[in-house]
């Protein structure tokens, strides 16, 4: 999901909801309102569900995990051993 697509799934939403609220103030008939509500739930949901995948994608982008190499205890210390003396 790019996020042109998201921003675009926003402005849909947005859009509808004006719509609705335009319609109510001209007094459009229920039918009318319901239909235009229905329009904005679909949106809300278009939103949703390109946010989710947004989400999503940027998640896997930053929880890869790194291929830094951690050094082991014993390779952290000197593998010659003091000998005792006899």
């Known amino acids: 999901m790019t996020s042109t697509q998201l921003e675009y799934a926003e402005k849909r939403m947005q859009q509808k909801w004006h719509d609705l609220i335009m319609a109510e103030q001209k007094g459009a008939a229920k039918p009318v309102l319901e239909r235009i509500y229905n ?48």
């Not at 569900?49 to 998640?59: G, H, K, L, T, V």
């Not at 291929?67 to 006899?86: C, D, F, G, I, W």
């Open 39 to 86: 329009a904005y739930m679909l949106a809300v949901e278009e939103y949703n569900r390109c946010s989710a995948a947004s989400q999503e994608q940027e998640e896997q982008t930053t929880s890869l995990p790194s291929e830094r190499v951690v050094p082991s205890a014993r390779s952290l210390h000197t593998t010659k051993r003091r000998r005792k003396a006899s």
